[in-house]
């Protein structure tokens, strides 16, 4: 089966909302064998004819404002439809300090888009029969045993806990369905001990664990959705299952074969310079802020556990390389990372009828409509309901700094944005992610 027929399989299952029997889908939508030999052959046109020249310029004008604004220092964009650059660009400064310009080598940190990266790193693993989606996950870390579930507050302000019913299964732990807490946001006791037990400054695996173990799931496994650590606890036991250090599976089984020659969990001294500087509104500044004044920021010195959830930096090409193996069904240059099908069930919606998610990967308004959650990725299973103008089943997520990403395989393309900001300013409506989709939707003509 060629790459091409692999896109057109999973595109079409996609739409006829077969992806959770992917395997059974795939041998009914695609052609192989003799039956190959009968369909007469067509002419390949380019890609870029689907975009429209001037959807494409107002693409380009509206990522540019991001930066004229004053809204970022820095943007860089790339949008990919089969395995044909459509369009790319490099706006304002890696440095505003120091007047340096976002080039084609910049290194940005992606924080929570390591998510869909250490995904694949686990289904990698499952595919090997190293763990099953409904194995609890107390069979590889059998410290979380003994968790207790949030139920409500007493009077003295103390929490009320109750035993879990079951341990979370691992598809739960991959769809943030298992009930943890992350310490992002939330006033709750376990999101609050979280913050308290500086649990996402662990110096290692180890002490990661033993503070997550202590704290209380928010719900019963399963029984709802919020954005956790878990993707954390993925890397850890990717780490005990490979017999390998986190990052030396990532490097070896990811990044080698797909080219992403800067993806790393710290930036090397020699490459410093060309790390984006990163930024925040500040309402007294009256503008953005450097939040890394001291530039110690993702030195190896100052990295502690190599963070599933959040960890990563890379540039642009990087994420597109790790974008396009995804988009071609798991391959990439004729290497294959993971199969079709695996990357059809990552990329299809596990929650429970009646979950909604939120996302700063995907949403303007940090409401779930028209979408829901696979295994460490977004899902859109609505697109109206959404109002992303995205293909039904396109995938996504985002990171901490504003970088973000989709993948829509009903329309073949993907988009990487890429800029360093952690929150703008609150009196302006402008969203890059947004926008960046509005542009790429007007622009495709077919």
Not at 105 to 127: F, N, Q
Request: proline letters at 4%; one cysteine or more.
């Amino acid at each position: 089966m060629t790459t091409g027929e692999i896109r057109s399989g999973l595109r079409t299952c996609l739409l006829s909302g077969l992806c959770a029997s992917a395997m059974l889908a795939l041998a009914a939508c695609t052609t192989t064998g003799s039956d190959a030999a009968q369909v007469p052959a067509t002419t390949q046109t380019s890609q870029v004819e689907r975009f429209s020249p001037e959807g494409l310029a107002e693409l380009d004008a509206m990522m540019k404002k991001a930066v004229d604004t004053g809204e970022v220092h820095g943007l860089a964009y790339l949008l990919v439809a089969d395995d044909e650059e459509i369009q790319r660009n490099y706006f304002g400064y890696r440095s505003a300090e120091n007047e340096l310009p976002i080039t084609e080598d910049t290194i940005y940190r992606v924080y929570s888009m390591t998510k869909p990266i250490t995904g694949i790193a686990m289904m990698m693993l499952w595919e090997e029969g190293k763990w099953k989606l409904d194995d609890p996950i107390t069979k590889y870390i059998p410290e979380l045993s003994d968790l207790k579930v949030l139920d409500g507050v007493n009077e003295d302000g103390t929490p009320r806990l109750v035993d879990m019913e079951r341990p979370p299964t691992m598809r739960e732990l991959m769809s943030h369905t298992a009930g943890f807490a992350y310490g992002l946001g939330g006033t709750d006791p376990a999101n609050q001990a979280f913050r308290d037990e500086q649990v996402l400054r662990s110096p290692d695996f180890d002490t990661l664990i033993d503070r997550v173990s202590g704290i209380p799931l928010l719900f019963q496994p399963g029984e709802d959705w919020f954005y956790s650590v878990s993707v954390d606890l993925q890397g850890y036991i990717v780490e005990k299952l490979s017999g390998q250090k986190f990052g030396e599976f990532l490097d070896e089984r990811i990044f080698t074969p797909l080219d992403m020659d800067d993806a790393a969990f710290y930036v090397s001294a020699d490459d410093y310079d060309r790390f984006s500087s990163v930024y925040t509104y500040s309402k007294d500044a009256g503008g953005l802020i450097n939040v890394d004044e001291e530039g110690r920021g993702f030195r190896k010195e100052t990295v502690a556990f190599e963070s599933g959830g959040g960890g990563l930096v890379m540039t642009l090409d990087d994420y597109a390389h790790f974008c396009q193996m995804l988009l071609n069904g798991g391959s990439y240059n004729g290497k294959k990372l993971v199969e079709p099908e695996t990357v059809a069930l990552m990329a299809t919606d596990v929650l429970p009828e009646g979950v909604e998610i939120w996302s700063a990967g995907n949403t303007d308004s940090r409401n779930g409509s028209g979408q829901g959650f696979g295994l460490d990725f977004g899902i859109v299973t609505d697109p109206v309901a959404a109002g992303t103008g995205q293909g039904a089943g396109s995938y996504y997520w985002g990171g901490a700094a504003g970088t973000w990403f989709w993948i829509d395989p009903v329309n073949d393309l993907y988009f990487v944005g890429m800029i360093q900001r952690m929150s703008g300013n609150p009196e302006s409506d402008y969203d890059p992610r947004a926008v960046s989709r509005t542009g790429v939707y007007n622009a495709l003509q077919d």
